[in-house]
């Protein structure tokens, strides 16, 4: 996929120093525990990688108003996450689909990484053509870029690409969460203070974080429940990688629907807004053996998929290094 960029020469020592890395739409600062897993695993897998990050770019800015007149980067790399969709009428998107063209013009490589794509125009998708390398959390991402005459390779969202550590006690209770849509946020609060359940935003208030301890943590308290009733697409996630039953209702594009028929082929676990008040909670909190296989093979997919794409990265920085 990428080309002539792609030699593997992972043994290659000719100067120790770190690589440096452009990072574009950093979510850091959206306060979400998702998205702060995903941040601290590209850095991760970068550091692993000999690279470091000396250039950022934060979510909901315009990156053209900070880019250095002479960057200094051997790659950049777009963090497409949710961010990507409606890109006729959405300028944010539009603009992260730009990077591509940046990096034709001044000669450095650039990957789209960890995203969506939903409802994209032409000349978005033009725009994504320049891209060295392009990676999508779901199948149906790929098959949209597809249409546009646009390669990808599937990898689950990042959060699906580590481990964590599971409740040890028995599931009990039920708990809600938040979605990014507020009328669905405050239908599931609804049913949740009907009921009594509790709500775990996955949003937060701290201001500063350096590591995912709170979202690992989030995770965790996420696996104490027998059942979590969501909105988000990173609780979806982080349900299927600590074995959480869930039941969901659609975010702002239908990549909750794209990820369940990556994992268990169907969308048996997504409900519509009417039904959030009514539907039985014994429906759910429960893994039939077909989904619990699917589950386990996915994750074990998911670990490998993300290697893979560490690794491609990984042989376009040395290739640079090298020439």
């Known amino acids: 996929m990428l080309g002539h960029l792609i030699s593997r020469l992972f043994g290659a020592n000719a100067n120790s120093s770190k690589f440096r890395v452009a990072l574009f739409n950093d979510t850091r600062s959206d306060r979400h525990h998702g998205c702060d897993i995903v941040i601290s695993e590209i850095e991760r897998r970068l550091t692993a990688s000999e690279a470091t990050i000396t250039w950022r770019h934060s979510v909901g800015t315009d990156w053209r108003q900070i880019f250095p007149n002479r960057p200094q980067f051997d790659i950049m790399i777009v963090n497409g996450e949710g961010t990507i969709h409606h890109s006729a009428t959405r300028q944010r998107a539009s603009l992260?689909?730009?990077?591509?063209?940046?990096?034709?013009?001044?000669?450095?490589?650039?990957?789209?990484i960890n995203a969506s794509l939903y409802e994209i125009d032409d000349r978005t998708a033009k725009h994504l053509h320049d891209f060295d390398g392009i990676w999508v959390r779901e199948s149906q991402s790929a098959k949209h870029l597809k249409s546009?005459?646009?390669?990808?390779?599937?990898?689950?969202?990042?959060?699906?690409?580590?481990?964590?550590?599971?409740?040890?006690?028995?599931?009990?209770?039920?708990?809600?969460?938040?979605?990014?849509?507020?009328?669905?946020?405050?239908?599931i609060e609804t049913r949740c203070k009907g009921e009594r359940w509790p709500l775990l935003p996955i949003l937060h208030r701290y201001k500063?974080?350096?590591?995912?301890?709170?979202?690992?943590?989030?995770?965790?308290?996420?696996?104490?429940?027998?059942?979590?009733?969501?909105?988000?697409?990173?609780?979806?996630?982080?349900?299927?990688?600590t074995?959480?039953?869930?039941?969901?209702?659609e975010s702002n594009t239908p990549k909750i629907s794209a990820l369940l028929r990556d994992v268990?082929?169907?969308?048996?676990?997504?409900?519509?807004?009417?039904?959030?008040?009514?539907?039985?909670?014994?429906?759910?909190?429960?893994?039939?053996?077909?989904?619990?296989?699917?589950?386990?093979?996915?994750?074990?997919?998911?670990?490998?998929?993300?290697?893979?794409?560490?690794?491609?990265?990984?042989?376009?920085?040395?290739?640079?290094?090298?020439?």
């Open 96 to 112: 992260l689909a730009s990077v591509g063209p940046l990096s034709k013009s001044i000669g450095i490589p650039a990957f789209l």
């Open 148 to 187: 546009h005459g646009i390669d990808s390779e599937v990898v689950p969202d990042l959060t699906l690409g580590r481990k964590y550590t599971i409740a040890s006690t028995k599931r009990k209770g039920i708990v809600g969460t938040d979605s990014v849509l507020k009328n669905i946020s405050q239908v």
């Open 264 to 323: 268990f082929g169907d969308t048996r676990r997504i409900i519509d807004i009417p039904v959030v008040a009514s539907f039985a909670h014994s429906d759910f909190d429960f893994w039939t053996q077909k989904e619990y296989t699917a589950i386990q093979s996915y994750l074990r997919y998911a670990e490998r998929a993300t290697a893979r794409m560490t690794d491609e990265i990984r042989s376009v920085l040395y290739s640079i290094r090298l020439s």
């Open 243 to 249: 074995h959480t039953p869930f039941v969901a209702v």
């Open 208 to 241: 500063h974080i350096k590591n995912d301890k709170r979202a690992a943590e989030y995770a965790n308290r996420l696996s104490r429940h027998r059942l979590v009733v969501t909105g988000r697409f990173h609780v979806v996630a982080l349900c299927i990688a």
